[in-house]
Nanobody, 117 residues
């Protein structure tokens, strides 16, 4: 089983940038389809960006053109580069993934992103 640890969050002004990292422990990370999710207070968790094991990426409309997901299988890590941040991007950000045919792994602690002046 793989476990995920998110990092890189913080307080940033509108228009600023952050880079989130998600380190995976365990084996076979390279076969996982991965995604970044976020949950704002009082709202459901939503997927914002995904990357397949082959490197194909998809984005929620709300972040398209501003966020970039990438992965480094040699480092068992997934990244989320977030540019042109907006106050509505404020949320707790999580990563998670699944092996082909399996369900999502257990959720980690997440990393808080706060966009405020």
């Amino acid at each position: 089983q793989v476990q995920f640890v998110e990092s890189g969050g913080g307080l940033v002004q509108p228009g600023g940038s952050l880079r989130l990292s998600c380190a995976a422990s365990g084996s076979f990370f390279s076969i996982y389809n991965m995604a970044w999710y976020r949950q704002a207070p009082g709202k459901q968790r939503e997927s914002v960006a995904a990357i397949t094991r082959g490197g194909t990426t998809t984005y929620a409309d709300s972040v398209k053109g501003r966020f970039t997901i990438s992965r480094d299988n040699a480092k068992n890590t997934v990244y989320l580069q977030m540019n042109s941040l907006k106050p509505e991007d404020t949320a707790l950000y999580y990563c998670n993934g699944r092996r082909p045919g399996a369900t999502l792994e257990d959720w980690g602690q997440g990393t808080q992103v706060t966009v405020s002046s």
